[in-house]
């Protein structure tokens, strides 16, 4: 597993050892020592796994109370996937990073709690994994407008019209949020 490190330090880009032939190929996606032995010592307790088609924005949620670290992997189509650093603490408070995560290239991102996360489904029939380190509580779940200007995402939106939840056109603007001390 090679981690690279990215601008916000505590999110991770991950890229698996794949072991490929004319057959096929074989990936670890989730080992607990081998990830404990780059640092990331993690628990997981919730599995999820949803498809969207092409222009499928959803986020940038988080759960302020009973939160939740993602470590996060495509495993059909592709997607730009982003992380928010929203630690009012942190000097990264703000910052954002985003990744295309495909089946192709079969990279995972790690966010940690204290971030918000979103993407943006880049083709139709796109599958979207990921672990969680506690339980989804909706009570405790929040949303953060996508096209923040005080963010400034960059989202892939050339020839795309993002198609939104009702939450997430509900999102407010990250001066307006809840979040981290």
Not at 20 to 31: C, I, L, P, V, Y
Not at 66 to 77: E, I, P, S, Y
Request: hydrophobic share 45%; net charge negative.
């Amino acid at each position: 597993m090679k981690v690279i490190d990215t601008a916000l330090p505590e999110v991770k880009l991950l890229e698996p050892r794949v072991f490929g032939d004319d057959r096929g190929f074989f990936m670890e996606t989730w080992n607990a020592a081998t990830f404990a032995s780059l640092g990331l010592d993690l628990t997981f307790v919730q599995d999820n796994h949803s498809r969207s088609s092409r222009g499928v924005l959803r986020g940038l949620h988080y759960q302020l109370r009973r939160t939740q670290g993602k470590l996060v992997r495509v495993t059909a189509g592709a997607v730009y996937d982003v992380a928010v650093d929203i630690r009012r603490s942190s000097p990264n408070f703000g910052r954002w990073v985003g990744y295309e995560l495909s089946a192709a290239n079969k990279r995972m991102l790690w966010v940690p709690e204290g971030f918000a996360h979103g993407f943006l489904t880049l083709t139709d029939g796109t599958d979207f994994l990921y672990k969680c380190t506690d339980l989804y509580a909706p009570e405790h779940e929040r949303a953060i407008a996508w096209n923040d200007p005080a963010i400034g995402i960059d989202w892939p939106l050339e020839d795309i019209v993002p198609q939104l939840s009702a939450k997430d056109r509900a999102g407010v603007p990250l001066a307006d949020a809840e979040v981290f001390a």
